[in-house]
């Protein structure tokens, strides 16, 4: 299924603890198929506003070659949720599903309802300064955050070793329904702002508070993980 290497710190490894884990991959595909195995084996039980799910607390994926055309993704995922995922990234309307939150297309470029592009500040600022490490973005707005914050809630870009980096804080991240569509949407974006400045697109570091599975995505998961795993 993957080329990835899995490293637990060897203490908690050893006492069975489901906190802390980095997954090293080379494609956002096989991040994600590895970030469900672990939840699924290593899990365990907490909920969300009452829906039961299965989690692994404070994982990091580091994915050495993100690309938004992910085979593993397109074959695996429900093209529905992708697409739902895309229209969030992409389409100003409000999101029906998310209590009429404004959707992450509108955080990234008009944040607070301001005008405000934050790629294109980004874009300049790592153009003025190829070498800061404080070019971050923020898809929270706290003054109007009331029925939903976001679970992608930072956005860091850099530019180290001729290429951009991105590195990505997530509170929480549902690995059975979205979490490969913001994997591809976030990949989506850094090969935009890569475009922009004219440099390839490194590294995608996505790190997150609450790594989990529903519990009604349970068996459809590990059905996938073991399809993924037979090729």
Known sequence: MSISALKRDTAAAASGSSRGATIAAETIGEAWLDVAALILDKGTPSDWEGLPLTEIELVTLDVA????????????????????????????????????????????????????????????????????????????????????????SLLDFWLRGGRVDLVAYCHSIDFGKKGYGNLVQLADLQHHIAERLSVPEGRLTMIVKSAHIYETEIDLMADIVKAAAKG
């Open 65 to 152: 070659s993100p690309d938004p055309d992910d085979a593993l993704i397109t074959k695996h995922a429900d093209a529905d949720w992708l697409a739902w995922m895309r229209a969030n990234f992409t389409e100003h309307a409000r999101v029906a599903a998310l209590g009429h939150a404004r959707s992450y297309a509108s955080r990234i470029f008009d944040y607070g309802g301001t005008g405000r592009d934050q790629v294109d500040w980004v874009i300049k600022k790592l153009t003025r300064d190829p070498v800061t490490s404080n070019v971050t973005i923020t898809m929270l707005e706290p003054l109007t955050d009331v029925s939903y914050v976001p679970c992608v």
